[in-house]
């Protein structure tokens, strides 16, 4: 009797799963917070609504993490269905041959009207060789942060150099002058530092100050590399002062830990993605001001974050069933919950419409600068073998900040040996 | 005629496994190494010894094996004599004896993930316990996983803390079959404490010694959670160790040929190492005293 239970229960399982479609969906988490439980949350509320999708998401570690996964996962074979990376492996994911482009999906939900829902600015990181490969989905800008009551404990000193203690610096020439006043000593030790300038992903924040003075990194094609320009020489001057010189910047915080440094009031200004605030705004004891980056030549910031991709050799139902799973997540309703969970934009335009993000806007309107800084946002770099590149920037961002390459040395090396790379895929 | 093949066919499902997860991939690995496999030319294209030679001139390459030798000699050393001298310490004292082993061996069953989360706060520039310590006592304060003068060193040092109780324990076990004989012998000709254990204690555990030795070092050889989860190698290459090199190789940059000539070359420097310290203080040993 037992082993005719046992066979029937199999069986209704095998039919059961013949049914359903199973995703599975790699996702990172690229800021501080416990945003995996989000996303879980997020899943399932999507299989809860669809019965014949069950989304399995596979919380892979940070982007780069993430990235490697989906590398090992695609070249043995194996690949996800749906997933989450970042923007600048666009060309990496295509010189793989991992994923599919979204075109056809886009012209059934009526073309351009459809992509009419994201924020331009977003959608400039998704087209490579006249095709479109990527929905948005965890998308922010870097934005700046700062702490509104020690400025106003340092009113009198900044209002005696003109500089006005309820407002954030809005160029680099004050971003310096704050960053001295705010720095608090004892003898040689720091108290408080007036400005995190964090490691980990400083080639994204050097982006962006190469942006403010009015030049680029890598062109769109991803030709040519620009790191031996007069401008990003400037920057990497500019950080190298701030660090080694004026001493009020510490040399490399750890990415997670700069968040959680600033809010514990160790820093009164900071340059993080706008993911940080859910963390910073739980935690900080103090009133959080967010502005837009200081700007120099002009306002300038790279965007950042996730797309979604649909992955290539998996079945055309399950990539049916993807496309439905993103047009789902990056709804009104729920890329708004994601925004306020997150504290990334929302990309869906609409969703500043929806009721909860009104209400939230009401209480946190710090919400909304990462969305208003849109406007003066350039795609983030990509180029095949970005996480090559990366750690090249990375190295020598990170040797200039720990004085032991000059500036000179580090774009001089960033040049040569990202342009050898560039000239591979020619 | 069965009866004369039936310990082979004993060793047969050992064999399989053997040569599936080990001879196999090793092997396989030797032969990647001979090719160009990355994430340009994706697929296996032959070009004889260019993976090697590229290695050679590769900078980073030494800077890696230069850490590795650096991370081997100072977690080997120091985690040898303080083990032993541990050893010889609860040995020689009479209450608590089971107290003072579990303090000491309970780094080792920690998972190395767990260990390494702690550590990384610990470590915290500005946050971590261990500088709020040294800031009380007005020591400066290091930013020893963000700075690369201190990057290695702070993994060393959770080394040493994470393995010492686990050879304490093996000198434990060593110095019970020391005739306590010998060290009344000592005594009785006067012998200080310390020339006690430099002429007795420590000739008579060589046995250990050598074990522990050669574990180490092959140990040493096969960081990578703590670097993975901790430094990611970093800052630049600073704590970056041959094995660490080699998974950014593979799975980061997609770069197989090298990643395989890389590991062939970490294997040939294992067993040229293993097979010197036996050669030179194999014979050194003493064993068996019963």
């Known amino acids: 009797m037992r082993k005719f239970f046992i066979l029937l229960s199999l069986l209704l399982v095998v039919l059961v799963i013949g049914k359903v479609i199973n995703l599975?969906?790699?996702?990172?988490?690229?800021?501080?917070?416990?945003?995996?439980?989000?996303?879980?949350?997020?899943?399932?509320?999507?299989?809860?609504?669809?019965?014949?999708?069950?989304?399995?998401?596979?919380?892979c570690g940070n982007y780069d993490q993430t990235m490697q996964k989906v590398q090992t996962a695609v070249l043995s074979g194996n690949p996800p269905d749906v997933a989450v990376i970042e923007i600048s492996e666009l060309y990496t994911l295509i010189n793989m041959d991992a994923i599919i482009p979204l075109d056809e999906y886009i012209e059934k939900e009526g073309g351009e009207e459809f992509l009419k829902q994201y924020y331009e600015a977003f959608l400039g990181n998704s087209y490579a060789k006249g095709k479109i490969w990527a929905i948005p989905f965890q998308r922010s800008t870097i934005v700046f942060y700062w702490n509104k009551d020690l400025f106003r404990k340092h009113a009198k000193e900044l209002e005696a150099v003109g500089l006005d203690p309820n407002r954030a610096p809005r160029t680099w020439y004050e971003l310096v002058k704050y960053a001295q006043i705010l720095t608090e000593r004892e003898g040689d030790e720091v108290l408080v530092h007036g400005l995190i300038l964090p490691g980990g992903w400083n080639d994204w924040i050097f982006e962006a100050f190469v942006y403010q003075n009015g030049s680029y990194l890598i062109s769109r094609d991803a030709k040519k590399a620009n790191y031996n320009s007069l401008e990003a020489l400037e920057v990497l001057q500019?950080?190298?002062?701030?660090?080694?010189?004026?001493?009020?910047?510490?040399?490399?915080?750890?990415?997670?830990?700069?968040?959680?440094?600033?809010?514990?009031?160790?820093?009164?200004?900071?340059?993080?993605?706008?993911?940080?605030?859910?963390?910073?705004?739980?935690?900080?004891n103090f009133e959080v001001g967010v502005s837009f980056l200081p700007m120099h030549v002009q306002y300038g910031t790279p965007v950042g974050g996730g797309n979604?991709?649909?992955?290539?050799?998996?079945?055309?139902?399950?990539?049916?069933?993807?496309?439905?799973?993103?047009?789902?997540?990056?709804?009104?309703?729920?890329?708004?919950?994601w925004s306020i969970q997150s504290g990334y934009v929302c990309v869906n335009k609409k969703g500043y419409e929806e009721e909860i993000m009104k209400e939230h806007l009401k209480k946190y309107p710090q919400y909304l600068v990462a969305r208003d800084q849109l406007k003066f946002a350039y795609p983030k770099i990509m180029a095949p073998e970005f996480q090559r590149i990366r750690k090249i920037m990375v190295t020598n961002l990170d040797a200039v900040m720990l004085g032991q390459k000059t500036p000179k040395e580090a774009v001089e090396t960033m040049q040569r040996e990202i342009q050898a790379i560039l000239d591979r895929y020619k | 005629m069965?009866?004369?093949?039936?310990p082979f066919l004993f060793l047969l499902p050992s064999l399989v496994f053997l040569i599936l997860f080990t001879y196999f991939p090793i092997s396989y690995s030797l032969f990647y190494s001979f090719h160009e496999y990355n994430m340009y030319t994706r697929k296996p294209i032959f070009c004889g010894l260019k993976n090697y030679i590229n290695m050679l001139h590769d900078s980073i390459f030494w800077q890696v094996v230069f850490n590795n030798v650096i991370y081997g000699v100072f977690t080997i050393f120091p985690t040898m004599f303080m083990a032993l001298f541990l050893a010889i310490l609860i040995d020689e004292v009479s209450k608590f004896k089971t107290f003072y082993q579990m303090g000491i061996f309970y780094p080792t069953i920690i998972p190395m993930t767990a260990a390494a989360m702690v550590w990384m706060f610990m470590y915290d520039p500005s946050l971590g316990i261990i500088n709020k310590f040294l800031g009380?006592?007005?020591?400066?304060?290091?930013?020893?996983?963000?700075?690369?003068?201190?990057?290695?060193?702070s993994l060393i040092i959770m080394a040493i803390w994470k393995n010492l109780g686990y050879y304490m324990l093996l000198y434990l076990a060593g110095l019970q079959l020391i005739p306590r004989e010998l060290y009344e012998a000592a005594d009785i000709e006067g012998a200080n404490w310390f020339r006690k254990h430099y002429h007795v204690t420590f000739p008579l555990v060589s046995p250990t010694t050598l074990f522990v030795f050669i574990v180490s070092i092959i140990q040493s050889f096969k960081v990578f959670t703590q670097v993975y989860l901790m430094t990611q190698g970093g800052p630049g290459y600073s704590s970056s160790v041959l094995v660490f090199y080699i998974y950014e190789n593979a799975f980061r940059y997609w770069d197989i040929g090298m990643a395989s000539a890389l590991t062939s070359v970490m294997i040939l420097v294992l067993l040229f190492?293993?097979?010197?310290?036996?050669?030179?203080?194999?014979?050194?040993?003493?064993?068996?005293l019963i």
């Open chain 1, 238 to 284: 500019l950080w190298h002062e701030l660090t080694n010189v004026y001493k009020v910047n510490p040399p490399l915080r750890p990415w997670n830990t700069t968040p959680v440094d600033f809010a514990a009031g160790k820093a009164a200004m900071m340059y993080y993605s706008t993911g940080g605030l859910p963390l910073i705004l739980k935690t900080a």
């Open chain 2, 136 to 153: 009380l006592l007005h020591l400066p304060q290091p930013g020893w996983l963000g700075d690369s003068k201190t990057s290695l060193l």
């Open chain 1, 24 to 59: 599975k969906f790699f996702y990172p988490v690229g800021v501080a917070g416990p945003l995996a439980r989000v996303i879980d949350k997020m899943v399932e509320e999507f299989n809860k609504t669809h019965p014949n999708i069950k989304v399995e998401p596979v919380y």
């Open chain 2, 2 to 6: 069965v009866r004369k093949y039936k």
């Open chain 1, 308 to 337: 979604f991709f649909i992955f290539k050799n998996i079945p055309k139902e399950h990539q049916d069933a993807a496309w439905e799973f993103i047009k789902w997540m990056t709804s009104p309703y729920w890329a708004a919950y």
């Open chain 2, 273 to 288: 190492l293993v097979l010197l310290v036996f050669g030179v203080f194999g014979k050194r040993v003493t064993y068996s």
